[in-house]
């Protein structure tokens, strides 16, 4: 997992296990789900219990040299308010994908562009990334809005990645 990184308004750091709570009122939101992977909200706190648990352990692991998700925790209340991802892309091992979640209590405020581009500065400079993708469900407005915003620009339609499903590739190079 990478250092704890810092914005303004937002800390960004490992996941722990007494978050479940927190992570549980992100992930069973249907409107949070609705454009990440089968689309289904976490059904109980035992099952997102055992996901956070598995997630910090795999991440643990030295062979992601730093990758992982963060907790995005707001500075000012110190509460959970979402995830920010920078992982391998599946199923490749050489491509990078930046992501975030974020609690639908939060849209709206900037977090996502904000916690985005210093995630994309520590892969670019500490991590020494020459490019990160992001893949977006069509129709994800939100998500493209964020995309633009911490300057990645549409690359293509594909559906190299997660089983075949068509996403939108969005990529930001090192300059």
Known sequence: M???????????????VEDAEAVFEIYRDPEV????????PVADLP??????TDRIAHYRNPEY????????????????IGTMLLKQLPPTTDQIEIGWHLARRVWGKGYASEAGRV???????DLAL???FAVIKPGNARSVAVARRIGM???????????????????ADRE
């Open 2 to 16: 990478g250092p704890t990184l810092y914005t303004d308004r937002l800390q960004l750091r490992e996941w722990r």
């Open 33 to 40: 789900m609705h454009f990440l992977g089968d689309g289904k």
């Open 47 to 52: 099952t997102q219990q055992q996901w956070l």
């Open 65 to 80: 040299k730093g990758l992982g998700p963060w907790a995005v925790v707001e500075r000012d209340t110190k509460q959970v």
């Open 119 to 125: 995630v994309l500065q520590y892969g670019f400079l």
């Open 130 to 132: 020459e490019r990160i």
């Open 153 to 171: 620009h549409l690359l293509e339609r594909t559906n190299k990645y997660y089983g075949g499903e068509e996403l939108d590739l969005y990529i």
